[in-house]
């Protein structure tokens, strides 16, 4: 059976922006608009299997209606840079799904799918509606269903005839009726002052339409009659307004919209692009878009290549061979390197691959290779150095020399890319094709070790490309001017990190379990304050026993509906405090059951038996900022707002008796980095003199004495400062301090107003990354920006921002990574036996003995605070304790 599905674009968009929290990908781009939309299309193709499919979007701000009424959807606020910037997303996803999409100058989505709807009945078809706007209610028919969002987008109610008759008692047709007669405040709509649904309803019940009424305006009485009489060419021009237009000018042809199901490819590089991995494992098509053509290419000749699979017998072919060797490749299983099973290493030289597996290569026989490995003076190119040197010695291997890493290489000539494997990056550069690993081993519970024979095939061909790859890559730093941030602080990082990760941090786990002890004891408190709140006991965790409690037994006013009953997210709670001392109580229990859950059960579970350790993995090559990524477990997010998730750092402790953990934390690194870019007299004379940069502000913005910035002031000015850096938006401003757009577009243009430096830097940034299409960090970092050209207002604006903030947060990664690599190399030449542990943000971690406590307390802040010389002081602020929570 033929079935069209439509979609109103701009109003779905809308309502996943709003209902979703910002999400962003490494690149920067916002996506959870795209997310959103995305969930609920691949749950309306799951649950309808459409054979026919259209998203309509608005072309534009003005339509045919503005021509009748200028001020119609003259009261909408300007729509958010964050979401605006989705759009072109949003429609480049359409093309991936193989969605038909539609938009027409000086016409509404409305009208479009109005038009389309009307084709569809006469032609007899089934038409499924899908919007946020009950405008569309008046399109119900026989033939077409609407179906209208709630609150969120993951829930709908659809409205058939007989719906709308149990709903409000009218036909469809009449909609336009009851828009007429109580307008519509989201579109500007006037209608009739004073009337509202109900009485809108009563007076179409009792007379049918906006026409009707009007006409017996004479019958009524007292100021019903005269809201009537007086506004009645009012309600006319808003019934006129309300109605959707099915005469658009627009080929209906039903061929035009076939959907016969999304192309994998396509789709699964989008989402590649938008990092939806969780899309990608759910559609099991994280190989897609590869794994086809790759195998072809793997199992054809494409190229020479001899294989030989090492053994015991003759290992010793491999181990005279060492001094040709150009490349070599570490294979493992497993996300977490620390855990990763190893399958084997490949080794490239001119002559032949070779494949050595795990159980050769740690076997006894294998100490020349072994030996060959952890030497410093054999120079040796792989692919991500880091996570090989991890994975050989946990194996008990340890790998030296290395003078060339791929993936870090790919990673700093272009940051933002999305396909950030060997198998991707060999494609990108032409060093001759890979498959992808999913094609040979398969992926998730599909995952199977092939024969032998057939790992070594794809394990050498990967050390060839690594090989290949090695030559146009160094080139490809040299002409980007980065040879000196790869070779003097990324690749020497990689070890460093390899270093501090397998040394680990201690965790007393003792302590650890005394604080969830004490969270239970909390948890057990906060339950049985609830209960009493509640006079009854009752599940917390049961999103429908609370509910109940809140709405039905507590009577708090229902704020959204699922399609199970009430909603009781942390939005509807924190919007309920005010009504009733139970939502605290319920809101503080949830914070308590998630420290307890994921940071003190979480954390157990990832301390290391033969060490008492936990071994962060950090991820060097994830963000488009330079940023360090910490992962199992990651340590730059346990909850320090919260006592009780400040308390979690106690159990972070020095492995050696008597010994001290020193923290120090770099100052307002943004800040005085952007004070040094920009070259801001205001900003450089705060951070010279050291001053409070969030009272300046204050102080310079609001034209006060310092003596007369309160607590509102400094904390609306640190919000304007941070956000700044990030590229803030008078949207993204508002929310962060609960004011009006209109407050925040003032408070920015105060802001630059007095930065005027800042202001002309932002003007500069973009101008040069316009002309060059990227912008660099101090260390010569890049990030490209391919849509700074683009015609599209809305990717424009998006990469403009990005050039702006790029130089400041890159050259702040920079700048901590150079004090990790100036500081690994200050303990080992002054022979000290103090260890460096963590990154944490802007924040680093050792563990340090008593003897040499003043020592460290002198050189970690001057390491620090000389990593760059800026025109403004770095300041790193240095404290210590018996464990984490202590030095802070």
Do not use: C
Request: glycine share 8%; aromatic share 8%.
């Amino acid at each position: 059976m033929e079935k069209l599905i439509v979609i109103d674009g701009n109003s779905i968009a809308s309502r996943a922006f709003y209902a979703l929290p910002l999400l962003s990908n490494s690149a920067g781009l916002h996506t959870n608009a795209v997310y959103g939309f995305t969930t609920m299309l691949l749950k309306l193709i799951e649950e309808e299997k459409p054979t026919h499919f259209l998203v309509a979007f608005d072309a534009g701000k003005v339509t045919f209606r503005h021509k009748d009424y200028t001020e119609y959807k003259g009261g909408r606020a300007k729509t958010p840079p964050e979401l605006s910037e989705q759009f072109p997303l949003i429609k480049e996803l359409m093309s991936a799904f193989g969605i038909r999409q539609f938009e027409l100058e000086g016409y509404e989505a409305d009208d479009i799918i109005g038009t389309l709807t009307k084709s569809a009945e006469q032609e007899g078809k089934d038409v499924l509606v899908v919007t946020g706007d009950k405008d569309m209610l008046q399109l119900v028919s026989d033939r077409v269903t609407v179906a209208v969002t709630r609150k969120g987008i993951s829930e709908v109610d659809r409205y058939d005839p007989a719906e709308i008759q149990a709903k409000y008692g009218l036909v469809p047709a009449q909609i336009i009726d009851l828009k007429g007669l109580m307008g519509d405040s989201s579109d500007n709509i006037p209608g009739i002052p004073g009337v509202g649904e109900k009485t809108a309803l009563k007076l179409l019940h009792e007379y049918g339409s906006v026409e009707s009424v009007l006409e017996h305006a004479d019958e009524m009485k007292g100021k019903m009659k005269e809201k009537v009489r007086d506004h009645a060419d009012s309600a006319r021009m808003s019934k006129e307004i309300a109605t959707i237009y099915r005469e658009v000018p627009m080929d209906t042809d039903w061929s035009g919209l076939a959907f016969s199901g999304f192309e994998t490819p396509e789709l699964a590089a989008m989402f590649r692009k938008l990092e939806f991995k969780s899309l990608l494992e759910r559609l099991d098509f994280s190989g897609a878009g590869g794994a086809a053509s790759s195998e072809g290419a793997e199992s054809g000749p494409a190229e020479e290549l001899v294989v030989r699979l090492v053994d015991a017998d003759n290992i010793t072919d491999l181990i005279g061979a060492l001094q040709d060797v150009s490349a070599l490749h570490v294979e493992a299983v497993g996300d977490n390197a620390h855990t990763a099973e190893l399958v084997g290493a490949a080794f490239h030289t001119l002559e032949a691959g070779y494949y050595v597996p795990a159980a050769v290569l740690t076997a006894p026989g294998a100490e020349a290779l072994r030996a060959w490995l952890a030497d410093k003076g054999a120079p040796k190119s792989t692919w991500d150095r880091h996570r090989a040197e991890l994975v050989l010695a946990w194996n008990g291997i340890t790998l030296a020399g290395v003078t060339f890493d791929v993936m870090l290489a790919a990673y700093l000539l272009d940051p933002t890319e999305s396909s950030l494997t060997l198998s991707g990056i060999a494609d990108k550069y032409g060093a001759l094709h890979v498959a992808p690993d999913e094609a040979v081993f398969g992926k998730g519970a599909k995952f199977r070790l092939p024969e032998p024979e057939a790992v070594a095939e794809h394990l050498a061909r990967k050390a060839d490309r690594i090989s290949r790859l090695d030559v146009s890559l160094r080139e490809k730093l040299e002409q980007a001017d980065m040879k000196q941030l790869y070779y003097e602080l990324e690749l020497p990082l990689s070890g460093v990190l390899a270093d501090m990760e397998l040394r680990g941090i201690k965790v007393d786990t003792a302590g650890l379990k005394q604080l969830g002890d004490e969270l239970a004891v909390q948890i057990e408190r906060t339950m049985t304050e609830i209960y009493r709140h509640a006079g009854m006991e009752f599940n917390i965790n049961s999103p429908k026993q609370l509910g109940e409690v809140l709405f039905e037994k507590l009577q708090l006013p229902v704020q959204k509906k699922t399609k199970t009953g009430y909603s009781t997210d942390a939005e509807v709670l924190e919007k309920l405090a005010p009504y009733h001392e139970i939502v605290q109580g319920i809101l503080h229990y949830r914070q308590l059951a998630k420290l307890q859950s994921t940071y003190v059960e979480g954390l157990l579970k990832e301390v290391r038996k033969e060490t008492g350790k936990v071994h962060t993995y950090y991820r060097q090559t994830i963000a488009a900022t330079g940023r360090l990524s910490s992962q199992y477990p990651n340590l730059q997010n346990i909850p320090i707002r919260l006592e009780e998730g400040r308390k979690i750092r106690k159990v972070f402790v020095p492995s050696e008796p008597g010994w001290s953990i020193l923290a120090a934390d770099y100052s307002q690194i943004e800040l005085r980095v952007l004070a040094h870019i920009s070259g801001d007299e205001n900003l450089k004379e705060a951070f010279t003199n050291n001053m409070d940069i969030h009272t300046k502000t204050a102080m310079d913005v609001f034209g006060v004495a310092e003596s007369e910035v309160d607590a509102n002031m400094r904390r609306s000015a640190k919000a304007v400062n941070f956000g700044i850096v990030y590229g803030i938006s008078d949207y993204g401003l508002s929310q962060n301090l609960a004011i009006s757009r209109k407050e925040a577009s003032q408070f920015i243009e105060q802001y630059f107003a007095v930065f005027q430096g800042v202001r002309q830097y932002m003007d500069d940034i973009v101008k040069l990354a316009r002309e060059q299409g990227y912008v660099t960090t101090l260390l010569h970092r890049r990030r490209y920006l391919p849509e700074i050209t683009a015609s599209n207002f809305n990717l424009r604006s998006f990469a403009e921002r990005t050039a702006m903030n790029t130089p400041i947060q890159g050259t702040a990664a920079d700048i901590i990574k150079l004090a990790m690599v100036q500081m690994d190399e200050r303990l080992k030449a002054e022979g000290l036996k103090s260890r460096m542990l963590l990154q944490v943000h802007d924040e680093l971690i050792f563990e340090v003995p008593p003897d040499e406590l003043e020592t460290m307390r002198r050189i970690v802040p001057e390491v620090m605070e000389g990593a760059l010389a800026l025109d403004v002081p770095l300041l790193a602020e240095v404290d210590y304790g018996s464990n984490w929570y202590e030095a802070k």
